[in-house]
């Protein structure tokens, strides 16, 4: 039944990749109404086929690659919807739909049952580890993409399109929720990485910080700090904001190609 509800939710998924594809033309004005209500859909069956995997498994940790790409997917799309919810606007979708339903996809295409059954994924500081720095990934790919829409604003208000402007939320709200969103995501990822360190530690040594996912871990929470104390030391905002908000995700996203290679910190091997 879990990769049932999984499924369905990647056909509601695809009304906001079909949204996204129409972009910020007229045309994607007639799915505005109904992309909310199916992806939020899509979400609440994503919750259930998450819910009903945690019991199937009897822990939440990942213990495949598909499976941890379902909850980031999760995640990223649960907070584009908190973002909805306050500022009611659907620009930031052009984005995360994408990739919600590529991860999303994976994941239900490529289902297998855990290979690795450790007492270790029954553990509080594991559990807190992923949660924590899973919510941090997410909450750093939205401030990516309010860095995107961002600076689309600020071209389109450059070069007085019109029609760009209109469908995008002012310069002003862009730069609040990408703030916002490093805000909520940098405890999420310094705890989450404490948690994992306090598991490291005691199950594996200091050799274990040698690891390349876990060096690029440390660096991408390093930009992290830097983009967060850039702003409120020397008021950074706006494009060289954006920038660094974008230099900080494509370290995140090395950091999480590194699961696929690391020789101890792969999902199966935790």
Same mark, same amino acid.
């Given at each position: 039944?879990?990769l049932?509800w ?5 056909? /509601?998924?695809?009304v906001?990749? /079909? ?12 799915l ?8 939020? &859909?899509g979400?609440?069956?994503h919750?259930?086929s998450?819910?009903?995997t =945690? ?6 940790a ?5 499976h ?20 009611? =606007? =659907?620009?930031f979708?052009?984005?995360?739909? %994408? &990739?919600?339903?590529?991860? =999303? ?6 289902q297998q %049952? ?6 270790? &994924?029954?553990?509080g ?7 924590l ?6 909450a750093?790919? /939205?401030?990516?993409?309010?860095s995107i829409?961002?600076l689309?604003?600020?071209?389109g ?12 939320p002012a ?7 990408g703030?916002?969103?490093?805000? /909520?995501?940098? %405890?999420?990822m ?12 005691a199950q594996?040594?200091?050799?274990f910080?040698?690891? %390349? ?10 930009v ?6 850039t702003?409120w030391?020397?008021g ?6 954006a920038f660094?908000?974008s ?10 190609a590194a699961?696929y290679f ?7 091997q935790l």
């Open positions: 039944m879990p049932f999984l499924r369905i939710a990647v056909i /509601l998924y695809g906001g990749l /079909l949204y996204s594809f129409l972009g910020l033309s007229r045309k994607s004005e007639w505005s109404g109904f992309v909310i209500p199916a992806t939020a &859909l979400a609440l069956l919750l259930v998450l819910v009903e =945690t019991f199937e498994y009897g822990h939440i990942p213990t495949t690659v598909h941890s790409e379902s909850l980031l997917a999760f995640l990223c799309m649960a907070l584009f919807l908190a973002v909805w919810a306050v500022y009611r =606007t =659907t620009a979708g052009i984005f995360v739909f %994408p &990739l919600v339903f590529l991860l =999303t996809f994976a994941a239900s295409i490529g %049952p855990p290979e690795f059954t450790s007492q270790l &994924l029954r553990k500081w594991i559990v807190a580890h992923v949660a720095i899973f919510a941090g990934y997410a750093l790919f /939205l401030s990516f993409v309010a829409v961002y689309l604003q600020e071209r208000l450059k070069a007085k399109s019109s029609g760009t402007i209109s469908r995008l310069l002003e709200v862009i730069d609040q929720i703030y916002r969103a490093l805000i /909520l995501g940098f %405890p999420f310094t705890v989450g990485l404490i948690a994992g360190s306090v598991v490291a530690q594996f040594g200091a050799t910080f040698l690891d %390349p996912k876990i060096l690029l871990s440390l660096l991408m929470w390093a992290y700090m830097l983009l967060l104390f702003r030391n020397s950074w905002r706006g494009r060289r904001a660094l908000s230099f900080a995700f494509l370290i995140a996203v090395g950091a999480w699961n690391s020789g101890v910190h792969k999902f199966l």
